[in-house]
């Protein structure tokens, strides 16, 4: 049997031999490895470095008692840090898993996206959590930063949780039964410290000195940095850490406290970051080595230029893509493959992208040998010097033609950008295709873009994951080229764990037998079908079926490249967990297909392994053992939880920050109250409905400070809900828990009862004016808090559940709860930032920009209202005498549109019937009945008045030189226009409502172009 | 080439494959490995433990800004605990050196004494420092104690310095040079840490902190040891002594406050063990596995016994012993072998015992192949019992005759104990010597005793080291016994080393030979004249002599079996170092002969090596290593410290604590200059000698802030000396700072100048004043100040240079300088404390109890008086007429010593004549001239009293009815007693010095068995 400490000897051989210098824990006590100073010092700067150790990790916060069998206050971490990093990292760690007796043909062994960051250091890095038949045993990050430092070169790091491995290599249940040697167990010689450590850390340790220790050791750090004396500085910073971590497990880091002490923690790394660089660069950066000289790019076989239309491939292999990153790096691909094709002049036939976690393909089919042919039209000298006095051609003109191998005779005279020009026609022949796509296709790479792009290495490239070989070949013939230091070739790799080198793609129409004759499909329509029809089968094995689940169906296709669904079974105790919880481990945790039978769960799920393996037994078997300890966890948290009623969990929430200068999740809680309270009174809710709204209100953050919630986040509100229920409050508190973040995402469900209705209106309302009170509103794409989700469900809410609301009220209700006083500028800000996402709403529904506009300016405020208003200006739009209308009622806007002053109208010193025709039409459309908002009310009393206006302008001339009567007249005016914008149930910019905008069928299009500047 | 890391490989490898479980470093700043609780806690109670691991060990104090080649602040230590110990642990570890590359036989391997204490644990253990050529590169302890309890089993610690042994292996003089990895020196990656820790620990770790940090974690150990978590408070422990080490590091720690840190921390640390203890049998000793069978004694090949006188030999042999146990051990040995073979009627020849550091011998001549037979009376029934009134024998007196298997009739008459007795005369006849032998040797070994011995195995036989072999051969037969589970042979074991295996010694008349046949040279006395004869040779190859220095040979002597002088240079320009530096380098570290010539040290030395070997090339090379390495240590102290003058270091001493409660060694400074003045003026000192003092006092503890001294606390004083004369002071004044820490211990030389006496005067009574004035005075056999050995050298000091000092005075000075005001009681303690102290001294120089006690009693103030009070007293009593004397003196005390009143006395009421007599003869008497404190002026004086007083008491009855006579003669009384005591040297005491305790020829018995009474 492999034991633990063998597997440590294994490891420090394997990496060894590797080049890595082996190292030794750290002598602070540190949440990770990435915190010994061996990998945090030394992934800065531009010195290579290679290193691995083990390091025993010290996180009080998943310290357990010792009972959980898979979370410990300490566990051993085996660390890797491989600088620069050394172009092939994901097979040099899998074969250091051989090296510790993991057979990689019997595995299941996956990369899953996952994002690194230590906000306390400054650093961050992207790359997966490796899983063994679902069980993740190993984070791999391309450290992008620390201490605030860009780090180039990229390090790449490996930490592997040692236990979790060798737990699956002994195939024990606890981390207790690992045998540590043959003689002793994990348990044996670290059990008791478990528990004591864990007793201590959540209920012995003084917090008050704790916090004088974390102040004691930060003002030594500074004192360190002030003598220059980096590696004293990060010990304190270390000790902080830990010191920090403790207090925080004792629950004793308030709201406003904890992102103060990450700030200071952050402040210090930075400067340590910065001293340690200054160090190495006074030394002269001893361990810096040549880089190895670029290896002369070996001529390829590029087989003969096609003579004829042949297909083209491109593949980019890369690392394993997250998910999204796939699937928009194809529509970006598909669209400039498209666009280089066209802009090169190669006439081709269809286009197709695909996609695995692995690749991403474009295949052209019938692309051409060569370029069209190009005629153009070349820009001389002026005709009038193209012949001299005496006839002869000029030394310009001679010079122009010659550029461009003709005679003079053949230019010809041209009228051009307002002048007379000597002009030529040329013919462009086209280059040969491979020729054309070597220079477009680096381009085409560069320009594929992602949320969160990462270098890898030395020749700063960037992409969503490492690009690992490039794949071009049209026809027979390799389209050479080279992007970020790697040249194309004619050859694609197989799944991952196969045992076949690379495979030749000698001519591009064998790319696709190629992956299928390797299991591969690299179409993600395909697989999903594929993956569809597998998960049905399986559950069919016990009777069951798969409902429906289009993201995790779209996420699982984007994660394999040759789908084998398994079936795994689990205890059917487990059964009796809320579904939410159980479906929620399957779903988010393992993205396992959660099999039912008759609306009910069976105790089985379905995982999707990469590739085919002799058998299967061992990787259902692992994801087995993965999913029966979440659940273990699962039951635990649920089992603790409901070992006291909700409401007692209302009180800890003054521990969880909402914002650090917007206090707790307690204060909130308060604010929510009275917020629901107000709303429920708008709404005039029932009786029951606002009781229940209220009783909601309090409890609906409750759910945060369950286990459950603490560990699984996205089961807030379901939890609570739950919990709520089994502490026997009311169905309707308890749906109104839920609701209240509904709608979560773009297209989720929203809230269907009164009380969840205003609970999940109070809760946007005041996260949204409290953020906007302090300023932190969204900027570019940065929106932490998801504010423009939050306004944009507002917003939804209200025109689905058809509820008035004067937002402008609302917002001050949502100030007033913070009790600051005064008139804030913020809420107009903030009503503004949820007017603009309703109109992105509206266009996104496809209304016209200028109608939205017109709507918004002035009804705003009041998004149901807005709705309605902007459909009933569409329709008057449309309308074939619209622009009469519009004319007639822009006429008055327009006419005094230029003067800053106002002007009296005196009704008796009307001289001119028209003008009183005019003003007494007014009257009386002023006097017509109107719903308050409404466009069309509005228009029918409006319509009337249209004689009297076009008569008004036809007969008077507002602008006579008598002062007083032009006065009066621009008084008139006013004054009408004045109360016609009061009429209006539209800003006075619908008057502005272009003609050309509406002929061009709606206002979508130009929205999208002008919506930036807006 | 072995790497660092390779050899840490190879390391874990041998000892996992030895059944060690391969344990990480610990996640604190742990001074040792023996910190880790892999070894601290595992070590106590009765389970079985291997483990070996690594640890960085962090020690503030050997910080060198990386400068020093041998010494950092951060060390790599191997540690390896076998628990219980193997038998043959050195064996073991001898193989491990194997492993990492070290061929044995070119090298001198040593086991040097080396007793291992950890006070702030409460930890010890016995063992020795391993030499690799001088190099000690391993510490080997079996450990005793920790926490303060006895450990049973006993464990083996092996504690390799890893960077020393891979500087050996690798050839490299600074450790920073040493091969990490293929590519990275271990300064590479350390050196800037060790550069930047120092400056951190010497220059900027804030003192204040660190001891509020002290505090914290203290409190924290309390804390959790309350809340029964045992391995939290070992962390907080931990913690606690790192922040001890720096806060010392910073000079911040006092002599006399290092002993409070340390009480505290070995208060936790007993209560962690008992704490874990507790746990461990609470849990049932898991662990615990059922000792092994003692495996059957296989019978010894015994050969034939002697049938004729014989030699025998007995040899122990014995893991290294120290050296002085070794020569306590054969004084011991001889005494035992001839009183048990004296016992047990062996004849027999010479005796003679002969050790080495690994066998301890006696060998005896021509012992008789029995025992001679012995005649002896065994007392029977009395007389008038033997027979019957019928004259026939009764049965007791048969019986007795039967069972000495003679006849009644053969019974005879004898007066015995008072009566008279039956006796029968017996003849016995001896046993063969073996067998007496095999039943006398095991008491005879356990017979020998040690000031430290310990257990090891499971037998719990103790002795100075273990003992691993046994060999007893009477002519050619083996002696069988068994002792502490080992059962004697006949064989003995050749050097260590070798690659012989045992030796038999088939007849005892081989043993000689063997042994030197194999290079052993048996006998101390021998092996002295050899290494004195090699080491004056080798001293001669570079023209030099050894300077006489017989504590060191007769070290030496005992540390080889087979010695090899060997001569070794090292740079001359270390010989600019003081003198004492470099001899107490080479002879206290090293035990290196010093090799000059014309009284100047030559760059020489000779170690003397044990054991011959191909080339010594390599032994010679490493001794070399080690003494530059040592030298380049002091080197740089030395000339550190000298870059500034002497009184520089003055105001460092604010920093290191002379007593917690008592402030600096500053502010000690501070008053040692007043109090030096003060006892100037007191002593009348030349104005030279004066100013000498004070300037001394001023500079007398500066040297205690230099790096030398700082490095190698022995040299404190001697250091002071050499930068006071090098900074330009006088010699007076360099002088007395050598002079004011004499007397050092017992027998040490006193100082011989006015300034140094004055100053030591001084420093002792300032030490004693203040550790009374806040009630620090020793208890029981606690006496962590010194201050017995304070209060002794006060004594001598006075009394050897003739000094009357009242010491109510002088410690009315010390108390001044406190500046506490108010009357100390403390005071009179502290005098008294003295006063005992000379007590002590007088009574170890045999001076009568009575006396001393009388003369203390009242002269005790005054050293030098009582000195010379006592020996005239001594002197008086030995006078034929001393009862007399000392009855009528003490007549007058008696007669008054019942009334608690005093009476009045008129000398005009006196009516009796010789009341008169009397009275006048005290008139005379006091005015007689007399020396203040002499016991002769005083007997002079009142001798001639005596008549009177006689006659007093014969004629004046005092007791008589009439109150006013009998109170006047009362007042007589009491009046001329008053007198009389006024006058005397003594105290009152005199009076009772009992005619028995003078009869006994002098209180000396007396005195030790009262004087744990007092």
Not at 625 to 634: E, G, K, L, S, Y
């Amino acid at each position: 049997m492999l034991t633990f400490q063998d597997a440590i000897f294994a490891l420090q051989k394997f990496w060894a031999s590797e080049g890595c210098l082996i190292w030794e824990p750290y002598y602070l006590q540190l949440g990770a490895g990435t915190m010994n100073p061996a990998t945090f010092l030394r992934v800065l700067g531009p010195e290579p470095w290679r290193v691995a150790y083990v390091e025993p990790s010290v996180r009080p916060d998943d310290a357990r008692y010792g009972e959980n069998p898979n979370r410990m206050g300490l566990h051993y971490q085996y660390q890797v840090i491989l600088k620069p990093e050394p172009g092939d990292p994901q097979e040099l760690y899998l074969r250091s898993l051989e090296a510790i007796g993991i057979n990689l043909a019997k595995h299941d062994i996956r990369f899953v996206e996952d994002n690194w960051e230590q906000p306390a250091l400054g650093a961050w890095g992207l790359g997966w959590e490796v899983w063994l038949d679902g069980l993740e045993i190993t984070q791999f990050t391309y450290f992008q930063q620390a201490g605030g430092q860009t780090l180039d070169p990229v390090s790449v790091e490996l930490t592997y949780g040692l236990e979790r491995i060798l737990m699956a290599i002994q195939g024990v249940r606890h981390f207790g039964e690992i045998q540590w040697d043959e003689r002793r167990t994990y348990g044996d010689v670290n059990l008791a410290a478990e528990e004591q450590h864990s007793r201590y850390y959540f209920e012995v340790a003084d917090v008050d000195l704790l916090r004088e220790m974390f102040n004691g050791f930060e003002a030594e750090a500074n004192r360190s940095l002030e003598a220059g004396l980096t590696l004293p500085a990060y010990d304190s910073l270390l000790k902080c850490s830990h010191t920090f971590n403790v207090l925080d497990t004792r629950g004793a880091v308030g709201v406003t406290e904890r992102a103060g002490y990450f700030g200071r923690m952050r402040g210090i790394a930075r400067r340590v970051a910065e001293s340690y660089l200054q160090e190495r660069e006074e030394a002269g950066h001893p361990w810096l080595e040549q880089p190895e000289a670029t290896k002369p790019h070996t001529e390829q076989e590029s087989g003969s230029s096609p003579d004829q239309s042949a297909p083209f491939v491109l593949e980019i292999g890369t690392e394993e893509l997250p998910a999204q990153d796939l699937t928009s790096a194809l529509v970006q691909l598909e669209e400039s493959m498209a666009r280089i094709l066209s802009d090169a002049r190669l006439e081709h036939g269809a286009v197709q992208v695909m996609g695995t976690p692995r690749r991403l393909t474009a295949l052209v089919n019938e692309l051409a040998a060569g370029q069209s042919a190009s005629d153009r039209i070349v820009k001389g000298p002026p005709w009038s010097k193209v012949y001299d006095a005496d006839g002869n051609p000029t030394q310009a003109a001679s010079g122009f033609a010659a550029s461009l191998g003709i005679e003079v005779a053949d230019l010809e005279q041209q009228e051009l950008d307002g002048g007379t020009y000597a002009v030529a026609a040329v013919r462009e022949e086209g280059g040969p295709a491979w020729k054309v796509l070597a220079e477009k296709l680096p381009g085409l790479i560069a320009g594929i873009q992602f949320d969160k792009a990462m270098r890898w290495d030395l020749s700063g490239t960037t992409f969503s994951r490492p690009i690992r070989w490039l794949l071009a070949v049209h026809g027979d013939r390799v389209v050479p080229f080279e992007y970020g230091g790697m040249v194309s070739g004619g050859s694609t790799r197989p799944l991952r764990g196969s045992q076949t080198g690379e495979l030749p793609i000698s001519t591009a129409s064998d790319y696709l037998k190629t992956l299928e004759a390797n299991e591969i499909l690299p179409d993600v329509a395909t697989r999903r079908l594929e993956i569809s029809r597998q998960i049905e089968t399986a559950a069919g094995e016990v009777s069951g079926s798969i409902a429906p689940d289009e993201l995790l169906l779209g996420e699982v296709a984007n994660l394999v490249e040759a789908p084998r669904a398994l079936l795994g079974s689990y205890d059917e105790a487990f059964l009796d967990l809320p579904r939410d919880v159980l479906t929620g481990v399957m779903k988010k945790h393992q993205r396992y297909f959660p099999v039912e039978a008759d609306g009910k769960l069976l105790p089985n799920f379905i995982v999707v392994a990469n590739g085919q393996r002799e058998s299967n037994d061992e990787v259902v078997h692992g994801n087995e053992q993965v999913i029966r300890a979440r659940f273990a966890d699962a039951k635990y948290f649920v089992a603790r939880d409901l070992e006291r009623p909700l409401e007692s969990y209302v009180q800890q929430l003054d521990r969880l920050t909402f914002q650090t200068d917007l206090g707790s999740m307690l204060d909130k809680t308060h604010r929510l109250e009275a917020l629901t309270a107000s709303l429920a009174g708008q709404f005039e809710l029932s009786e029951g409905d606002g009781q229940s709204a209220v009783r909601a209100s309090q409890l609906c953050k409750a759910d945060l400070a369950t286990l459950m919630v603490v560990d699984m986040t996205s089961l807030q509100g379901s939890m609570g809900r739950y919990y709520a229920s089994e502490s026997g409050e009311s169905e309707s508190v308890s749906e109104a828990i839920y609701e209240h973040y509904l709608p979560r995402f773009a297209g989720d469900e929203l809230p269907q009862t009164a009380a969840g209705t205003a609970l999940a209106l109070a809760d946007r309302l005041d996260t949204l004016m409290g953020l906007f009170s302090i300023g932190e509103q969204p900027t570019g794409t940065r929106d932490p808090f998801g504010l423009r989700r939050g306004a944009v469900g507002l917003v939804q809410i209200l025109v689905d559940r058809q509820l008035n609301l004067d937002l402008r009220i609302a917002l001050g209700w949502a100030w007033d709860g913070y009790e600051r006083g005064g008139e804030p500028d913020a809420l107009e800000n903030c009503l503004e930032f949820i007017i603009r996402r309703q109109q992105q709403l509206m266009l996104d529904q496809g209304r016209p920009y200028d109608v939205v506009a017109a709507v918004l300016a002035s009804q705003g405020a009041n998004p149901l209202g807005a709705q309605i208003a902007v459909r009933g200006l569409e329709k008057q739009v449309e309308r074939a005498d619209w622009l009469t209308l519009l004319q007639a009622y822009s006429r008055c806007g327009r006419i005094t549109r230029d003067f800053d002053e106002t002007f009296e109208f005196a009704e008796e010193r009307i001289e001119e019937d028209s003008t009183r025709a005019l003003y007494q039409s007014l009257i009386k459309a002023e006097a017509s009945p109107r719903t308050p908002g409404s466009v069309d009310d509005f228009i029918a009393a409006f319509e009337p008045m249209i004689p009297a206006i076009d008569r008004f302008f036809e007969d008077v001339m507002v602008m006579v030189d008598e002062q007083a009567l032009r006065e009066n007249r621009l008084g008139a005016c006013c004054n009408g226009w004045s109360i016609l914008r009061s009429m209006s149930p539209t800003s006075p910019n619908w008057r502005d409502i272009s003609p050309t905008s509406l002929l061009r069928g709606g206002g979508y299009q130009l929205c999208k172009e002008q919506g930036t500047s807006h």
